[in-house]
């Protein structure tokens, strides 16, 4: 199983410009989170998805939007990147059942918005 | 809402010694979770805390989990380097984790 990955790795972009980062997960997980990680403040959940086809707010959901078409996959957008969005994206996937919420994070998402 | 706080912020502590980390939340949370991430990398699950007097234990590193005075803790026992990370504790609700700030551990040998 390869888990939870995310691509790209790294990203560039002008301010202004719009971008996509997709996170796949291989282990059947019903539930998928984007995070964002800005130094000293932790990890802050920017949407999240219980199900195909279904996405919600978390705490910083403003400047970027979601979409969970198929159970593996959960993509971030972002329409016009601004130099606040500047951050270490992750993305993490758990299963529903109460006994086995342990989340697994993917490897992250450095961008940087000029 | 759930917050989380996490304390201190930064450690940093001499190999061979103990030293704990707290972890409050501000109301009820499903379960408790601790993270490790080394500089770069992404967080790796240390340990889950599903009840009250939870007690759990890996290496050198226990957490237990006190519901009642909504308090964390995640003990270092005779500190080594390896163990130079950030720790993070999580609290949950139905369908979200909130993180606290993290924990800088620096173990100098």
């Known amino acids: 199983n390869a888990g939870v990955t995310q691509t790209p790795k790294f990203r560039v972009l002008k301010t202004g410009q719009s971008m996509t980062l997709l996170c796949a997960q291989d282990m059947n997980h019903e539930y998928m989170y984007w995070y964002r990680q800005d130094p000293g403040m932790g990890l802050r959940l920017i949407h999240y998805s219980v199900g195909e086809g279904t996405t919600a707010k978390g705490e910083v959901p403003d400047g970027y939007n979601v979409s969970r078409l198929k159970k593996q996959n959960f993509l971030l957008g972002l329409e016009s990147a601004a130099p606040s969005q500047t951050s270490v994206y992750f993305c993490?996937?758990?299963?529903?059942?109460?006994?086995?919420?342990?989340?697994?994070f993917g490897p992250g998402t450095r961008l940087l918005v000029l | 809402e759930l917050k989380v706080e996490q304390n201190p912020l930064f450690l940093s502590m001499q190999e061979g010694k103990n030293y704990t980390i707290y972890c409050n939340y501000s109301?009820?949370?499903?379960?408790l979770y601790w993270y490790r991430q080394d500089p770069g990398k992404s967080l790796e699950s240390l340990f889950v805390l599903l009840s009250n007097g939870a007690v759990k234990q890996e290496g050198r590193l226990m957490a237990s989990l006190d519901t009642k005075a909504r308090l964390s803790t995640l003990h270092i026992t005779a500190a080594v380097h390896d163990l130079s990370a950030t720790y993070f504790c999580a609290g949950s609700g139905t369908y979200k984790y909130i993180f606290g700030t993290g924990t800088r551990l620096k173990v100098l040998a």
């Open positions: 993490a996937s758990s299963f529903a059942n109460r006994g086995r919420k342990t989340q697994y």
């Open positions: 109301t009820t949370s499903d379960r």
